[in-house]
Structure formats: structure tokens, C-alpha cells
């Protein structure tokens, strides 16, 4: 079960950064397009709490994703699923949990992004070719959202 740490400091304060990874539908604003990440869509109705589901598309996958913690301004946990053919004989899936920790520094908040991967199937044996583009998006991800926030600084 491969584990990966990001990390980064943003000049805003915790609650900043929170809602803006609450706030399913601005994720376009400051998220661009990739080759694994097109759009989040919310599933559930607002306001997002514990028990929220939405669905990430890209071009080669969709994640079915549901918020499974949160602790207001402090962190928030996402847990995702892809199932490359739902229903099938053989159960291939990657499932992803993801936390992101907002801890207050005199810079403004370190933000760390911890990632839990479970693969099986097809994807287990892929996992290998999967696990740099996977590290990428989530440096990608990172850099998107300090770059979006600290030009906002007044």
C-alpha cells in the first residue's frame, strides 16, 4: 500500500485554504485540466460535511469520492474509488485516501497533502507505471493551489 507526503506553505490562514477545498464547484478556478484530473462534481447537496459524495472525471478515469473527515480549519479527509469495469468478474480498482493537514506556521499555514493507495486487480499490476503520474498530478495539485492563493495576497 504505497504512501505519499506533499508539502508546501501557503501565505493564507487555515480557514483560507480549508473552504477553498470544501468549494467542489470553484475547483475549476483555480484547478486546471489534466490528463487524469477534468472536473470535480458535487454528488450530494451543499453544505459539504461528513457523508458527501462527488465524482472526479478525467480523461481516462472517474473517481467516485466521498469526504470522510472533517475538522474545521485543521484538516479533511477524501476517500476515492475507480472501477475500471464496475460489475465485472475481477475486481479492479484503485481506492485512494487522501488527508489534507493545515497547521498554522509565521509564513501562514503549511499544507500537507498525505495519500494512501490500495490497488488491485489490473491497477496492482500497473501500480509501478501508475505511481509517478499519480505523484505528479498530486505536485501539480500542490503547486495549483499555492500559486492560486498566495497571488491573492494582499
Known amino acids: 500500500m504505497p504512501k505519499m507526503r506533499f508539502q508546501t506553505v501557503i501565505q493564507r490562514q487555515p480557514e483560507t485554504i480549508y473552504q477553498l477545498l ?4 470553484g475547483y475549476k478556478a ?3 485540466a489534466s490528463k487524469i484530473y ?6 450530494s447537496d451543499y453544505p459539504v460535511r461528513v457523508g458527501t459524495t462527488y465524482v ?9 469520492g466521498e469526504v470522510v473527515a472533517l475538522e474545521p480549519a485543521k484538516s479533511i479527509v477524501f476517500h476515492q474509488i475507480t472501477n475500471s469495469h464496475p ?12 488527508r489534507y493537514t493545515l497547521k498554522p506556521v509565521p509564513e ?5 497533502r498525505d495519500l494512501t493507495l490500495r490497488a488491485r486487480g489490473l491497477f496492482f499490476l500497473l ?13 501539480r495539485i500542490m503547486a495549483a493551489m499555492k500559486s492560486y492563493l498566495d497571488a491573492r495576497v494582499s
Open 22 to 25: 470544501l468549494d467542489f464547484s
Open 30 to 32: 483555480w484547478l486546471p
Open 38 to 43: 477534468g472536473e470535480t462534481a458535487l454528488t
Open 56 to 64: 472526479d472525471r478525467g480523461q481516462s478515469s472517474v473517481m467516485y
Open 87 to 98: 460489475g465485472s468478474f475481477f475486481t479492479n480498482s484503485m481506492d485512494i485516501t487522501t
Open 108 to 112: 501562514g499555514t503549511q499544507v500537507t
Open 127 to 139: 501500480q509501478g507505471a501508475l505511481i509517478p503520474a499519480i505523484r505528479k498530478e498530486n505536485e
